[in-house]
């Protein structure tokens, strides 16, 4: 979940729903976490005003609600309110707590046969609940499908309809997912009917069994197979092969209804335990245990305060307490004073949201005693006689601690008036990395990935790929509990993915080489991909492998960057022969010309974004010309283009720390590179690779 942007209504329904952060986006609206005013959690469909506007629109959305309200069972998110008429139009389901399909298949990479029976049982009982009600989804796949504890439940059903006619499909949206449309989605051919759904629950199950039925490769040539071949199910277990294979049938007429799937299914049940394999129950959510409410405090009388005596004020507290300038925190001594504890505010329980990780829980040690709000309030009232009595003595005067530093930066600790800053430690997280097991490169790559941690000496090796496998280049994800890498190998190279610890590696899909870039929410991956002969930009979607060019033209593309908010993509741009600099490119508006950030005479390349995404680090020159490479920081619109790192050393490949306090980097000739690290600030420079190890391609974040 992301939090609230500007703009985002704070409550809709008059006050009946209030808005608490940012599920997702669409090309119908925004889809928000809500609660209702006893508390439960919902989720909110904001249609696009724009919409609003559209002739026809409003009248079919109203029917398309009322329809969706009809829908039953067991594996759906009922509809529960809606506006129709609204301006914007809303709708709100029940919120179910869990992560999508998507993420479990993208952690899992496959679902074994007990478990697919029961998400294709669950799927279909859905599927027959939405037809009976007169409703077609027509966007059925992974990423509408909540994976829950009692089984999968269809979500964003029933109101894809009321964009027919709209100026989005007139102008070329098509209702629906591309792997997942049926043929006559694609051409055009046939009015639709339910079968079409029939045709995605083939392709849905396929994928979760750990096949492409229609491959992976660009949409139009999936298109043409879906079209005109037969799909691969060799990955399907042979007892659900005809099944599913009836519903990929080119004959809508050909395909079974839910009722008749449901018929000709054994489903097999695991008695006493999860339907789910081990990976994927890790990913459901954990209740949070509810704070203990306190009970009431009865008032307490606050003595009267004597005329004080005028008392000299000492410019700083610190040789007696703490300080009590504008850094200083909240609980000030006074001299001769007992430390003030002032009561932890009751923090709102964090809501469970669908994603590919899961919610935090408390351990035992978090847990509050029974009668720790009772000390707490009696600490409380304490705190606040003696503020009051302070305060009405002329000898306290509150100011708010400011958390942040300047520049925004964050995790730096306060110190008082007049000292230096205290540095920022250096970062716990793992650094993901290329290790070189052989000499050669770049020329012959011996590379596999390996995770240094920040306490031991020598790194772990995660990925080893075999002779003739090059593997390098590792991203995190964003829940760091998998990262993504780059594999070349003598048939080609691919976009891989591995659980943190090195298992489950699986391939996502072909590309023409470079870095990849994971999207804030896990769910799609900037990669670099040939058209014309000319490398361009593309979206990958990390369940199903379709994927969207974003950048087209004569210019090659390099080293994607998603922005920590999702709105832009920075990659390199050939502006000439021989130099790059860096652009933006905004995902959402593709045919939108790149921004062009860095303006220098020679090449800038590697760009990375802070955590906080106001600036960019990257690589300023060329390899063996002049300092070879420096390491830049530049502000994300462009301005205050500073150095970091300059020496005669060439260094390249910076990464942020998570906390953006420390900015890790390569050292070195290209056959023998090492990983180094400095704060951003330019102190505290150090080396990690220890040895006569030759290291690359570092990830911090």
């Known amino acids: 979940m992301k939090p609230l942007e500007p703009g985002d209504p704070p409550s809709l329904g008059e006050g009946r729903y209030r808005l608490v952060g940012r599920l997702g986006q669409g090309g119908m609206g925004v889809v928000y976490l809500g609660r209702s005013r006893s508390g439960r959690a919902v989720a909110i469909k904001v249609v696009r005003p724009e919409l609003s506007t559209e002739p026809g629109f409003k009248r079919r959305f109203a029917d398309e609600v009322a329809a969706a309200r009809r829908v039953g069972g067991f594996h759906t998110a009922p509809v529960v309110d809606a506006d129709p008429d609204g301006e914007p139009a809303w709708l709100v389901t029940a919120f179910v707590p869990g992560p999508t399909l998507q993420a479990v298949l993208a952690r899992v990479g496959s679902l074994p046969l007990d478990t697919l029976t029961v998400l294709a049982a669950g799927l279909a009982e859905a599927l027959d609940a939405i037809h009976r009600a007169g409703v077609i989804h027509r966007d059925l796949k992974p990423a509408n499908i909540i994976v829950a504890e009692d089984g999968p439940r269809v979500i964003d059903f029933g109101i894809a309809r009321a964009l027919d006619g709209t100026s989005l499909t007139q102008t070329g949206l098509q209702i629906g997912t591309p792997g997942f449309l049926a043929p006559e989605q694609l051409t055009g051919s046939r009015d639709l009917t339910?079968?079409?759904?029939?045709?995605?629950?083939?392709?849905?199950?396929?994928?979760?069994?750990?096949g492409a039925p229609f491959g992976d490769g660009p949409s139009a040539a999936r298109h043409y197979k879906v079209v005109h071949e037969e799909p691969d199910l060799t990955a399907v277990p042979v007892e659900l092969r005809e099944a599913i294979g009836a519903c990929l049938s080119k004959d809508p007429a050909a395909r079974p209804t839910p009722a008749a799937f449901l018929g000709g299914l054994t489903v097999r049940h695991t008695d006493g335990a999860s339907w789910l394999p081990e990976a994927a129950t890790q990913l459901l959510p954990v209740p949070v245990p509810e704070p203990i409410p306190p009970s009431p405090v009865p008032p307490v009388p606050i003595p009267p305060v004597p005329v004080p005596v005028p008392v000299p004020i000492p410019e700083s507290l610190s040789e007696n307490g703490r300080d009590t300038s504008e850094n200083a925190p909240d609980d000030v001594r006074l001299p001769?004073?007992?430390?003030?504890?002032?009561?932890?505010?009751?923090?709102?329980?964090?809501?469970?949201?669908?994603?590919?990780?899961?919610?935090?829980?408390?351990?035992?040690?978090?847990?509050?005693?029974?009668?720790?709000g009772?000390?707490?309030?009696?600490?409380?009232?304490?705190?606040?006689?003696?503020?009051?009595?302070?305060?009405?003595?002329?000898?306290?005067?509150?100011?708010?601690?400011?958390?942040?530093?300047?520049?925004?930066?964050?995790?730096?600790?306060?110190?008082?008036?007049?000292?230096?800053?205290?540095?920022?430690?250096?970062?716990?997280?793992?650094?993901?990395?290329?290790?070189?097991?052989?000499?050669?490169?770049?020329?012959?790559?011996?590379?596999?990935?390996?995770?240094?941690?920040?306490?031991?000496?020598?790194?772990?090796?995660?990925?080893?790929?075999?002779?003739?496998?090059?593997?390098?280049?590792?991203?995190?994800?964003?829940?760091?509990?998998?990262?993504?890498?780059?594999?070349?190998?003598?048939?080609?190279?691919?976009?891989?993915?591995?659980?943190?610890?090195?298992?489950?590696?699986?391939?996502?899909?072909?590309?023409?080489?470079?870095?990849?870039?994971?999207?804030?929410?896990?769910?799609?991956?900037?990669?670099?991909?040939?058209?014309d002969g000319v490398q361009q930009l593309f979206v990958v979607d990390v369940a199903d492998g379709a994927a969207r060019r974003l950048t087209s033209g004569g210019s090659q593309v390099e080293d994607p960057a998603w922005s920590p908010d999702g709105k832009s993509i920075a990659v390199c741009l050939q502006t000439s022969a021989g130099n790059w600099q860096i652009?933006?490119?905004?995902?959402?508006?593709?045919?939108?010309?790149?921004?062009?950030?860095?303006?220098?005479?020679?090449?800038?390349?590697?760009?990375?974004?802070?955590?906080?995404?106001?600036?960019?680090?990257?690589?300023?020159?060329?390899?063996?010309?002049?300092?070879?490479g420096d390491i830049r920081l530049v502000n994300a619109d462009g301005s205050d283009d500073r150095e970091l790192i300059a020496g005669s050393a060439h260094e390249m490949d910076p990464v942020w720390s998570p906390d953006g306090t420390w900015v890790a980097f390569v050292r070195g000739p290209y056959e023998q590179p090492t990983i180094w690290a400095v704060r951003a600030d330019r102190t505290g420079e150090r080396a990690l690779t220890t040895g006569g190890a030759a290291e690359g391609h570092p990830a911090w974040r």
């Open 194 to 210: 339910p079968a079409v759904d029939m045709f995605a629950l083939g392709v849905v199950l396929t994928q979760a069994a750990g």
């Open 583 to 628: 652009h933006v490119v905004d995902p959402a508006v593709p045919d939108r010309a790149p921004r062009q950030v860095t303006r220098l005479p020679h090449a800038a390349q590697d760009p990375v974004w802070s955590p906080d995404g106001a600036t960019l680090a990257y690589t300023a020159g060329t390899y063996g010309t002049g300092t070879q």
């Open 374 to 531: 009772k000390g707490r309030r009696r600490r409380a009232v304490l705190a606040a006689v003696l503020v009051a009595s302070l305060a009405a003595a002329g000898l306290f005067v509150w100011q708010p601690w400011n958390h942040s530093t300047k520049n925004g930066s964050k995790g730096r600790a306060s110190s008082p008036t007049g000292s230096a800053p205290t540095p920022a430690p250096f970062p716990a997280e793992p650094l993901l990395i290329r290790q070189d097991t052989a000499p050669g490169w770049p020329g012959t790559c011996h590379g596999v990935i390996a995770r240094r941690d920040a306490s031991a000496e020598k790194p772990v090796e995660l990925i080893a790929g075999g002779a003739g496998t090059c593997d390098m280049l590792p991203q995190w994800s964003p829940d760091h509990r998998s990262f993504a890498f780059t594999r070349s190998t003598p048939e080609g190279t691919a976009v891989w993915i591995a659980d943190a610890d090195g298992s489950k590696a699986r391939r996502i899909t072909s590309i023409a080489g470079g870095r990849v870039s994971w999207s804030p929410d896990g769910s799609r991956l900037a990669v670099l991909r040939k058209k």
């Open 336 to 372: 001769g004073a007992a430390p003030a504890v002032v009561a932890e505010p009751r923090t709102e329980r964090p809501p469970t949201v669908p994603g590919p990780g899961t919610q935090p829980s408390l351990t035992p040690a978090q847990v509050p005693p029974a009668d720790a």
